[in-house]
T-cell receptor, first 112, second 113 residues
């Protein structure tokens, strides 16, 4: 089955860029999602990229996909204290009946 | 639109007691997922249903855990008997179909004393 790996912790200064990385194993993933979990809350869909794209930009968020290396990254520009949260990478399966597989999450701490 | 609704939000009980967690998925979603989240193990998929049928329960820790989905709008996760190591946040999520983005409830924070 799919295996998703993320580094567990990232600490950045307010105003800097954050880059959260993810590697996965199933090359048939059609969509690759990023979720954000704030303290005491459930996971919320943040953004996603389709597997035939290399990059997607959405305001302060940039998603990069290297399909050959099965590497996904999420860049947050001008990181704010409100961005402090856990970020999960979740590739979809290749078929309509295969659910998302979540990584263990990267805890982003933003230092003022 | 109402999101995924879980109850209770918090549960504190003594070991050995039966615990029942409840979930109402988003109307129209045909896949429902139960997850457990702990600091040590992160987010773990326990079981998921498609069209009310359990598809994969390989993540259910042991026989003390059981899950049901009697209809499209309701699911339960039961732990009997409960143990302190079951303490965690339990999330329910739903999607349509299974490989589309999952929408999460706010979770049930379970503490077994």
């Amino acid at each position: 089955g799919e295996d998703v790996e993320q580094s567990l912790f990232l600490s950045v200064r307010e105003g800097d860029s954050s880059v959260i990385n993810c590697t996965y194993t199933d090359s048939s993933s059609t969509y690759l999602y990023w979720y954000k979990q704030e303290p005491g809350a459930g996971l919320q869909l943040l953004t996603y990229i389709f597997s035939n794209m290399d990059m997607k930009q959405d305001q302060r968020l940039t998603v990069l996909l290297n399909k050959k290396d099965k590497h996904l990254s999420l860049r947050i520009a001008d990181t704010q204290t409100g961005d402090s949260a856990i970020y999960f990478c979740a590739p979809s399966g290749g078929s309509g009946n295969t659910p998302l597989v979540f990584g263990k999450g990267t805890r982003l701490s933003v230092i003022a | 639109d109402a999101g995924v609704i879980q109850s209770p939000r918090h549960e504190v009980t003594e070991m050995g007691q039966e615990v029942t967690l409840r979930c109402k998925p988003i109307s129209g979603h045909n896949s429902l997922f139960w997850y457990r989240q702990t600091m040590m193990r992160g987010l773990e998929l326990l079981i998921y249903f498609n069209n009310n049928v359990p598809i994969d329960d390989s993540g259910m820790p042991e026989d003390r855990f059981s899950a049901k989905m009697p209809n499209a709008s309701f699911s339960t996760l039961k732990i009997q008997p409960s143990e302190p190591r079951d303490s965690a946040v339990y999330f329910c999520a739903s999607s349509f179909p299974p490989d589309q983005p999952q929408h999460f409830g706010d979770g049930t924070r379970l503490s077994i004393l």
